[in-house]
């Protein structure tokens, strides 16, 4: 037997296969745009903490993954027999395909959102808390826009598939391709040609739609976006063009000024582990504290409870005389919001937004805080960037830059708030040594400033130059609280915990009994 060629040629003329692949895009596309959107909403639900949003969500995915959609379209297409008042909708094939596969492909699309989001990694997250950023600001400026590109080939991948399965449709009598193609069949008996054609128009339709879906996945690669860097010309009509702000008088300094910070009988468990035990800490306006020990000691669990990445257990955080953190107590989110605003941090490892250039990242918060006009945002970033160096590469992202570079974009990041106080969690620990010395001596700069810092760091050396007071903490409790130079050189009085220190930061020789 031969096929009939010129048969199957003469149905790429026919109109009626012209209508049933708009019907099949227009079905596909829908389907893919609702399911879509409504799998994203059923990802956040499952994330959620709240267990009725998790709950219904996870039985929702479980069920309509677990339904062969053929059996949801007939059911779908047959509801209004038991449900009249559903047939407006439900009577419609096309509406009734839509409905079934909708609700297929959102539980679908929520499990392809849900590895989206799981991939963006928690610093990102924290540092949108740090720069004061709501929950919905950090899901739509940070996480989505990272997640939707991480999830964009499984997507694209559901568009195809999604394409395919219209076929299904024509159980409900929706015209579409196979069932245009199965009712000339049924006269002719030319099944073969007849479903060579069919297939020739899925084919084409995916493979039209797919390249257009492939060439948006890689313009939304980063990998791809190379901006350069800027020549001295770009940075001197950059640099002319500024806006000036105002010098700023750092908060609360002068006599008679609340501390900057004071941490009240800090306690802190992660489950039964008790990570800090009572700690009290209270930081002047104007000073530079450093803060070391041995590993696990606590340092990071206490920094991160200051700008309230961890909760208090126990203890009052007072900031500028005014309460601002308490454990084991309700808080006052508008206050605490407030508080984190006066904080900035800085992070081990940089949390840069790697969907955004340089001096977006800087941009961003200043931007949705609506700290100043936009000219005076713009203006602000790009003197910060001078400032830690870096205006030439203002247009680069996050992956082309060093780590030093980044961290040093951080710091921007984080002084474009104008915060009162700067905390610095091992700030130049991710780095390579030959790049510690360049986020040192921004840290240095910042210091020379007045700037209210608080360090965690195992830079003994520089700990030792830049602080006003050394803290050393110790299984949760903060052992030693003095000034540099009575480390470098303690008193005949000064006990076994200074020479424990001492000996903690390299300045006399280990012992056979410390250390
Ligand atoms: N999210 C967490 N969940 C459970 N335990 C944690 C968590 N974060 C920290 N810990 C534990 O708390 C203790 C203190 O950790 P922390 O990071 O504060 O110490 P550190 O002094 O900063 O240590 P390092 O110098 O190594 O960074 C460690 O035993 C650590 O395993």
């Known amino acids: 037997m031969e096929l009939d060629w010129s048969y199957f040629f003469s149905l790429f003329s026919m109109g009626a296969f012209y209508r049933a692949c708009v019907t099949v895009i227009a079905l596909g596309s829908l389907s893919w745009l609702l399911g879509l959107v409504l ?10 903490r709240l267990f009725w949003l998790r709950w219904p969500a996870k039985a929702y995915i479980w069920f309509f993954r677990s339904v062969p959609l053929l059996v949801l379209l007939v059911f779908v297409y047959n509801l209004p027999q038991i449900v009249p008042a559903t047939g407006v909708v439900l009577g419609v094939p096309f509406l009734a395909g839509l409905v079934g596969m909708v609700m297929t492909e959102a539980a679908y699309m929520a499990e392809i959102h849900r590895g989206g989001l799981l991939s963006v990694a928690r610093g990102q997250r924290e540092a949108g808390h740090a720069l004061g950023l709501g929950w919905f600001a950090t899901q739509t400026r940070i996480v989505l826009p990272q997640a939707f590109r991480i999830a964009l080939p499984s997507l694209i991948n559901e568009f195809v598939t999604i394409i395919k399965l219209t076929s299904l449709v024509s159980v409900i ?31 084409v339709i995916v493979t039209v739609f797919g390249a257009g879906l ?64 009572g700690v009290d800490l209270t930081v002047q306006a104007g000073d530079v504290i450093s803060i070391i020990g041995p590993s696990g000691s606590g340092k990071t669990s206490l920094i991160r409870t200051v700008n309230a990445l961890e909760s208090l257990d126990q203890g009052e955080i007072v900031l500028f005389g005014e309460s601002y ?23 081990q490892g940089f949390n840069l937004f790697p969907h955004l250039t340089v001096l977006q990242n800087i941009l961003l ?25 870096l205006l030439a590469h203002a247009h ?22 104008r915060p009162d106080v700067m905390l610095f969690d091992e700030p130049t620990s991710a780095l390579d040594p030959e790049l510690v010395g360049e986020v040192l001596k921004v840290i240095q700069d910042l210091a ?14 520089f700990a030792l130059q830049i602080s006003d007071r050394i803290v050393f903490m110790e299984n949760g409790l903060l052992q030693v609280d003095v000034p540099p130079a009575h480390l470098r050189q303690p008193t005949a009085e000064a006990g076994d915990a200074v020479a424990r220190v001492r000996r903690f930061m390299g300045l006399e020789p280990a012992t056979a009994a410390g250390a």
């Open 173 to 203: 009598s929706l015209p579409e391709l196979l069932l245009t193609g199965q009712r000339l069949y049924t006269q002719n008996f030319l099944i073969l040609e007849t479903l060579l054609a069919v297939a020739v128009y899925y084919v």
């Open 39 to 48: 799998g994203f909403c059923l990802a956040q639900a499952e994330a959620s």
């Open 214 to 277: 492939n060439a948006l996945e890689r313009r939304l690669d980063l990998q791809r976006r190379k901006p350069g860097t800027l020549d001295d010309g770009a940075q001197a009509a950059l640099r002319a063009g500024l806006w000036v702000a105002p010098a700023a008088t750092p908060a609360g300094k002068g006599t008679g000024a609340p501390p900057a910070l004071q941490l009240q009988n800090i306690h802190k468990a992660y489950g039964t582990h008790q990570v800090l035990k």
């Open 365 to 389: 918060a200043p931007g949705l805080h609506g700290q100043g006009s936009t000219v005076e945002q713009r203006g602000t970033a790009l003197r910060l960037l001078d400032k830690v160096g």
């Open 396 to 417: 680069k992202y996050p992956h082309q830059l060093s780590g030093g570079q980044q961290q040093r974009v951080a710091i921007a990041r984080a002084l474009a708030l």
């Open 325 to 347: 953190l308490q454990g084991a107590a309700p808080q006052d989110a508008a206050r605490v919001r407030q508080g984190i605003r006066r904080i900035g941090m800085v992070f």
């Open 448 to 461: 020379a400033e007045g700037m209210t810092m608080l360090i965690v760091t195992h830079e003994m050396e």
